[in-house]
DNA sequence: AATAAAATAT
DNA sequence: CATATTTTAT
């Protein structure tokens, strides 16, 4: 008490322009009273948001703008959430964070004992992008390019890395599923090639390829996980995979939304879908073990997608500012479930500002800004709110 | 059994 | 590189 520096003492009206976001959080960080905690940090966000919906007319103009705001927000929010649930708080700060999600969603991610259910949360799909302003709140994944939070005091978003690229592959109805170690003894045929490591990015780790044996399982058929190197039980070690089987077909890649998210970003900035070619993808994509061909079919795929916009005959009620950032085309299939794709402009090493996020999986932020457009429509299926056709022209 | 997604063939 | 076709996974 007694020790609050002047500016805190503007608790809603903060000028807090003149400084950056970590600064922000910094000073944040070292209040103690939570009440004040939060307000400051609402009053942030709030202005931030306000920012946001300045631009929001601009988006196309000012991508990267949206893209730091709403990163920075959620980032904040993030930080909100954590400073309220840790405490638990008492009444008093009720008040102040009626905020927009009380405990209704996710909010997941860190809570043990209670794996709950998440299946019951089959509206959640609706409220991936409808009841989500843009700056959906999610908890996990706060790796923003701009701030770094993590020094502060964010320890739960870390692992993100790798499973960012993986994450969503599994099976969707996986709920309580951990494959067993059945998987494959697989033998990871690193014939690709492996020097882009870049980033440690280590996606493309197909599973392998099992012809036989699984085909009967219709249980827990783990079409990816990510990495169940085991050192090769069978003694061939130097011996390829050999299967007598000319023309082994390689094991489905699967774009995981991490790894989907940069193939979104790499066409917006090779100029959208049409004009973006498979190779061009491919190395702004920077995803070791990624090969052509898998680019090349993902695109295609993408492309028959995005192809025509369903008629949103929603009529919907355009009010919210809907931005729907993350229109990654898919659903809830397989790419969907992360849900929190958006993207990041640059390539996640690339130029902009992730500069030194070393747990950086490009966050979210919007991609298609250029493809949404209209495409509010608050989409059930991916049908409806795939990206609308790449108007190239980055 | 149907369909989407990825692999492969053209 | 683009498309068409086939295979595979859910």
Redesign the pocket.
């Known amino acids: 008490m007694g020790s609050v520096s002047p500016e805190l003492s503007l608790d809603f009206r903060p000028t807090f322009l003149p400084r950056t976001v970590t600064d922000f959080l910094r000073e944040v960080s070292m209040i103690g009273n939570v009440s004040d905690k939060v307000s400051k940090l609402d009053a942030f966000v709030k202005g931030l948001e306000e920012e946001m919906k300045k631009i929001d007319a601009f988006k196309r103009e000012l991508p990267l703008c949206m893209l730091l705001l709403n990163d920075a927000i959620v980032a904040l929010k993030e930080e909100l959430m954590q400073c309220i649930s840790s405490k638990n708080v008492q009444p008093v700060l009720e008040e102040f964070i009626p905020l927009k999600k009380s405990s209704s969603e996710d909010e997941d991610e860190e809570i043990p004992a209670v794996k709950k259910e998440k299946d019951s949360s089959k509206d959640n799909k609706k409220n991936w992008m409808s009841s989500v302003q843009l700056w959906n709140t999610d908890d996990h994944q706060t790796t923003d390019p701009i701030v770094d939070l993590k020094q502060n005091t964010n320890l739960k978003f870390k692992r993100n890395e790798e499973e960012n690229l993986f994450q969503g592959?599994?099976?969707?109805?996986e709920a309580r599923a951990f494959m067993p170690f059945k998987a494959y003894p697989g033998f990871v045929r690193k014939e690709d090639k492996e020097e882009l490591p870049a980033h440690g990015l280590s996606l493309v780790t197909?599973g392998i390829?099992?012809?036989r044996e699984?085909?009967g399982s219709?249980g827990s058929?783990?079409?990816?996980s990510k990495s169940v190197s085991s050192s090769a039980p069978n003694a061939r070690t130097t011996g390829p995979q050999p299967p007598h089987q000319?023309?082994?077909?390689?094991?489905?890649?699967?774009?995981?939304p991490e790894?989907?998210r940069r193939f979104v970003n790499a066409l917006q900035q090779l100029g959208g879908s049409?004009?973006?070619?498979?190779?061009?993808i491919r190395e702004l994509m920077q995803v070791d073990g990624l090969?052509?061909?898998?680019?090349?079919?993902?695109?295609?795929?993408?492309?028959?997608?995005t192809r025509r916009v369903p008629p949103t005959t929603t009529a919907a009620p355009a009010n919210q500012s809907v931005v729907v950032l993350g229109s990654l085309?898919?659903?809830q299939?397989?790419?969907g479930d992360s849900s929190k794709g958006s993207s990041q402009s640059g390539s996640p090493q690339g130029p902009l500002q992730l500069g030194g996020n070393t747990g950086g999986t490009s966050t979210t932020g919007g991609d298609s800004m250029e493809d949404d457009e209209d495409a509010k429509s608050e989409g059930y299926?991916?049908?409806s709110h795939i990206s609308k056709p790449g108007k190239d022209d980055v």
């Open positions: 592959c599994k099976s969707r109805t197909p390829k099992n012809p699984d085909t219709s058929r783990t079409s990816c000319q023309t082994t077909r390689k094991q489905r890649r699967c774009w995981s790894l989907h049409q004009a973006a070619t498979p190779k061009q090969t052509n061909d898998e680019v090349k079919s993902h695109l295609q795929k993408y492309r028959l997608h085309w898919m659903s299939d397989q790419y299926s991916w049908k």
